[in-house]
């Protein structure tokens, strides 16, 4: 097997037995319901986690999108409260101030040569600050535009119920892998995760790129926070802390390296799909307190952090070997 595969098949294995351990404990756990419920309990971390597997591949980081996704939630919040406009003029305005959040900061990590931590590290405090400037209270959104929103699903056999986001997250995680492995833009997202001086000898635009990138993380952030919108009908300002970390575990359990250059959005979904399920797991036992959630999620990080740094040393030392014949 093709070792850029490794991971991926990896996190799939991973999956597949802990589901069948699960269902073999609790057969109720390959109910439609608890599947739909799956989704529908992870959509807003998953469409985040998205953007961030576009961010993580190119080689960089992005800590701003739980505080942009507060902020959004927010905005939301307090402009219906306050006007007579429409939600879905709202959503379109969350998403423009998001994106082009993300995009200045792609602009000033590329132009000022900045690390991609720093840069977002000060976005991370800047949404959030601003996310309290515009109301520290957790305000209730009751415009019935959301109660047709929730109202909004598909019954599939069995009972369950895949929601308006549920299915939304699902669609995202299409279009990501689309444009990951379909497009011009997913393969210069790769070559710059390959490298920079590398990308631009493959004639790879840098700089449009990389506000791409970040400019997509922002919008995905945004509608991660629409959705978070949807699924706790409020906005506050300190929701989402800490949801950039999980979105990074999510997607270095997908099997993407840290490094940049290599992965894949569907391993994102299945990291995704692996967290909710131990979260699902915890709640179906009832014993178990949710902070063994984090500790089984950091114990999979280590696997996978081990797995990364042993296949990058199997590379390595496989194009190190024709060298050393060809020197002979």
């Known amino acids: 097997m093709n070792s850029r595969y490794l991971p991926l098949a990896a996190t799939t294995a991973i999956f597949v037995i802990a589901y069948a351990l699960c269902y073999a404990q609790f057969p109720a756990m390959l109910s439609t319901r608890v599947i739909g419920n799956l989704l529908t309990d992870n959509a807003f971390l998953g469409i985040a986690a998205v953007g961030m597997t576009f961010v993580i591949l190119s080689g960089g980081i992005d800590l701003s999108i739980g505080s942009v996704i507060a902020f959004t939630t927010v905005f939301i919040a307090v402009v219906l409260a306050n006007s007579s406009m429409h939600p879905l003029t709202v959503f379109a305005l969350a998403l423009v101030i998001t994106t082009l959040f993300g995009a200045t900061m792609g602009a000033i990590i590329h132009y ?4 991609p931590f720093i840069v977002t590290l000060a976005g991370m405090f800047l949404a959030r600050g601003m996310a309290f400037v515009l109301s520290t209270d957790s305000i209730p959104i009751a415009h019935e535009f959301y109660g047709v929103l929730q109202s909004l699903y598909w019954r599939m056999p069995g009972g369950g119920r895949l929601t308006l986001i549920g299915g939304l997250m699902l669609l995202v995680f299409i279009a990501g892998m689309v444009l990951a492995h379909r497009t011009r833009f997913g393969a210069n997202v790769y070559a710059l995760g390959g490298g920079i001086a590398t990308a631009r000898l493959m004639g790879v635009s840098v700089g449009n790129t990389t506000i791409a990138i970040y ?10 926070g629409i959705v978070f919108s ?3 009908t409020a906005g506050y300002s300190l929701a989402a802390v ?6 990074i575990a999510a997607v270095v359990i997908g099997g993407t390296l840290l490094t940049g250059g290599s992965g894949f959005v569907a391993g994102t979904l299945l990291g995704i799909l692996i967290m909710g399920l131990i979260q699902t797991y915890i709640i179906f036992d009832g014993t178990l307190s949710s902070w063994w959630t984090k500790i089984v999620i950091g114990v999979l990080l ?6 990364q740094k042993g296949i990058l040393w199997a590379t390595a030392r496989k194009a190190a070997v024709p060298e050393n014949a060809h020197g002979r």
């Open 230 to 232: 949807l699924y706790t």
């Open 302 to 307: 280590f696997v996978f952090i081990f797995l």
């Open 112 to 115: 000022l040569e900045m690390p």
């Open 215 to 224: 400019a997509l993380s922002g919008l995905l952030a945004g509608l991660s």
């Open 242 to 247: 800490g949801v950039e970390l999980d979105a």
